[in-house]
């Protein structure tokens, strides 16, 4: 466990479709009920994990609004149990945050927001898609099908989509224009002189994504 001024973090292990996942929460130190996000970190197999650049400003920006966060390994990364599942079993992994949140002491369950970059954006949102107690989604270099982009078209929970102009895996402008496409409330930011790594540009998504779900997770008007 470790703490800060405004939060305390304990790393923390959960079950997860018969394997055991080992992931960081992170509370605010505060007496009231908080909102949560789980947090989905990029593909395994190119060295995501949990610790990640983009997950981690994340996470800190979230602390400073007083929203609780989970990042985790998915399965077969860190000391995750299990192995790489092609994003399949990965979004058991999701719910199982989710889970996780739901039963954590001091979280408001009607306040679940769900964050991911790249991969993790790939396994959030179907889960998102199907899941109703999820009340915001944040994507970062999203990596979504045409199948989960379709569905958005009729997905009515706060959306914000984020992209680098110079990203060279995804089209920032396919992005957008099909972030237009989906059913309000729906954001797009395309980030000017950014890839799809983030490197530097860390702290101008983080507080995007905070502003974004505390908003959300909050009732805020913006």
Known sequence: MS???????NRVRFPASGIVLEGIFEVPRTGASYPAV???????????DMHNNVVSAICQA???????????????VGCSEGGHDEGIGEQLDVSAALDFLESAEGVDRGRLGLAGYSFGTKVA???ALRQERVKAVALVSPFLDEAD???????????LFICGSEDGFISPQ???????????PSECEVISGADHFWWGFEGKIAPKVAAFLKRALFGEAR
Do not use: D
């Open 174 to 184: 396919k992005v957008k224009r099909l972030v237009g496409e989906a059913a309000p």
């Open 38 to 48: 789980a947090v989905c970190h990029p593909h395994p197999l190119y060295g995501g």
């Open 62 to 76: 979230l602390a400073m609004e007083s929203i609780a966060t989970l990042r985790f390994n998915f399965r077969g």
């Open 125 to 127: 949102m179907p889960v």
């Open 3 to 9: 703490e800060t001024a405004k939060t305390v973090q």
């Open 149 to 159: 982009w379709q569905s958005l078209k009729t997905y009515r929970v706060p959306k």
